[in-house]
Structure formats: C-alpha cells, structure tokens
Nanobody, 125 residues
Framework: VQLQASGGGLVQAGGSLRLSCAASGRTFSNYDMGWFRQAPGKEREFVAAIRWSGGSTYYADSVKGRFTISRDNAKNTIYLQMNSLKPEDTAVYYC???????????????????WGQGTQVTVSS
C-alpha cells in the first residue's frame, strides 16, 4: 500500500491542524493505521492509531485529549485532528499501515509495514 501524508504547516501555539493520509494500492479497510512523529535528534514515536474497522483508537499520553484520529474507509484516508498545539508537538509526522489481525501492539514503529513520506508540523511559541 502507498501512503501520502499532507496537511502539515506552521501554526501558533494553541492552534489547530488536520493531517490527512491517503492510501492506495491495496484494500484500505484491511489495515490498521497509525500516526507517528519524529523531532530533530529524537527517535520516531507513537502518536495515535486506529483499528481497520475504526472501532478502536489509541493515543500517546502526550496527545490524549488534544488529538483525534479517524478514518474514512470509503475515501481510503485517515485523519489526525490536532488541537491545542504546543511547541513540543513540532516534528515530522508520518502515517503508517499494517495488516489487520497482527497481534503485536500498535504502539511500536517496527510493527508497521508501510510508511508515508512525512509532513512537517511546526508550532511556534
């Protein structure tokens, strides 16, 4: 599956952005999807994930209550609505996919098979 992330940009602290990730090439509804981010000099970290059906969502503690992940299987797209942004949210954001039914946790980078190219989010103070 090919993934294309978009929607990043420069925003002031307290502002909002919505990221999108469009998928192509395979049956989108067969994949669990995740968002990760990587700040300069840091490892890539989990942000949010959503099961193939959209029935379950998961968030890192640092974004819980501020970010919302969703998916539209008819449009082969997932979204990350980011509110109350903070300077520490500044990073390149990546979407990722893995086949449904994988047992291992959704929180690990290594459990995903496919990655988008990343979109830059910069939050100014």
């Amino acid at each position: 599956v090919q993934l294309q992330a978009s929607g990043g940009g420069l925003v002031q602290a307290g502002g909002s952005l919505r990221l999108s990730c469009a998928a192509s090439g395979r049956t989108f509804s067969n994949y669990d999807m995740g968002w990760f981010r990587q700040a300069p000099g840091k490892e890539r970290e989990f942000v949010a994930a959503i099961r193939w059906s959209g029935g379950s969502t998961y968030y890192a503690d640092s974004v819980k209550g501020r970010f919302t992940i969703s998916r539209d299987n008819a449009k082969n797209t997932i979204y990350l609505q980011m509110n109350s942004l903070k300077p520490e949210d500044t990073a390149v954001y990546y979407c990722a996919a893995r086949p449904r039914g994988v047992i291992t946790t959704l929180f690990y980078v290594s459990t995903y098979n496919y990655w988008g190219q990343g979109t830059q989010v910069t939050v100014s103070s």
